[in-house]
T-cell receptor, first 111, second 113 residues
Framework: GENVEQHPSTLSVQEGDSAVIKCTYS??????FPWYKQELGKRPQLIID?????GEKKDQRIAVTLNKTAKHFSLHITETQPEDSAVYFC??????????FGSGTQLTVLP | DAGVIQSPRHEVTEMGQEVTLRCKPI?????LFWYRQTMMRGLELLIY????????DSGMPEDRFSAKMPNASFSTLKIQPSEPRDSAVYFC???????????FGSGTRLTVV
């Protein structure tokens, strides 16, 4: 089945700096790559996604890049703010519709 | 749109008791997923349905777990008998065919003592 590894598991940045989280996968049939944000005690919420026919997608301060050849995709958050502090999960799916999630990254933005 | 609705929000039960978790997907969504979240294992897919039909239940831990979707607006996840290791947050999510964005419910925090 599909497998995804996520790094780092924890990340601390100063407010205003950038944060990058990376995920690698093994199944070349994977074609959909979303990122979810989960605040403490809340549900995972979709923040951005990308499909395999696109290399980069941006939405204000967040962006996702995909390298299909190397089988990795990354979340980039610029100008981080304290409210960006949360756990971020990468995920992927392929021919089957279910999402397989990474292990999560606890992002802390220090004021 | 009220989103994906799960009940109860919290459940505390004694080992050996039956537990039933409920989910109402977003109207018009034809995919429904049950996930379990723990610190040790992260977010695990238990089962998913398409048009009320179970498609993949390979993530269901064992026979103590069962899930049903009798109609497009309701699904249940049942654990019988429950064990302390079943303690986790159980999320239901729904999505629409042709679109990959899935919406999660608020989850049910289950504690088995």
């Amino acid at each position: 089945g599909e497998n995804v590894e996520q790094h780092p598991s924890t990340l601390s940045v100063q407010e205003g700096d950038s944060a990058v989280i990376k995920c690698t996968y093994s199944d070349s049939a994977s074609n959909y790559f979303p990122w979810y944000k989960q605040e403490l005690g809340k549900r995972p919420q979709l923040i951005i996604d990308i499909r395999s026919n696109v290399g980069e997608k941006k939405d204000q301060r967040i962006a996702v890049t995909l390298n299909k050849t190397a089988k990795h995709f990354s979340l980039h958050i610029t100008e981080t703010q304290p409210e960006d502090s949360a756990v971020y999960f990468c995920a992927l799916s392929g021919s089957a519709r279910q999402l397989t999630f990474g292990s999560g990254t606890q992002l802390t933005v220090l004021p | 749109d009220a989103g994906v609705i799960q009940s109860p929000r919290h459940e505390v039960t004694e080992m050996g008791q039956e537990v039933t978790l409920r989910c109402k997907p977003i109207s018009g969504h034809d995919y429904l997923f049950w996930y379990r979240q723990t610190m040790m294992r992260g977010l695990e897919l238990l089962i998913y349905f398409n048009n009320n039909v179970p498609i993949d239940d390979s993530g269901m831990p064992e026979d103590r777990f069962s899930a049903k979707m009798p109609n497009a607006s309701f699904s249940t996840l049942k654990i019988q008998p429950s064990e302390p290791r079943d303690s986790a947050v159980y999320f239901c999510a729904s999505g629409r065919g042709g679109s990959y964005g899935y919406t999660f419910g608020s989850g049910t925090r289950l504690t088995v003592v």
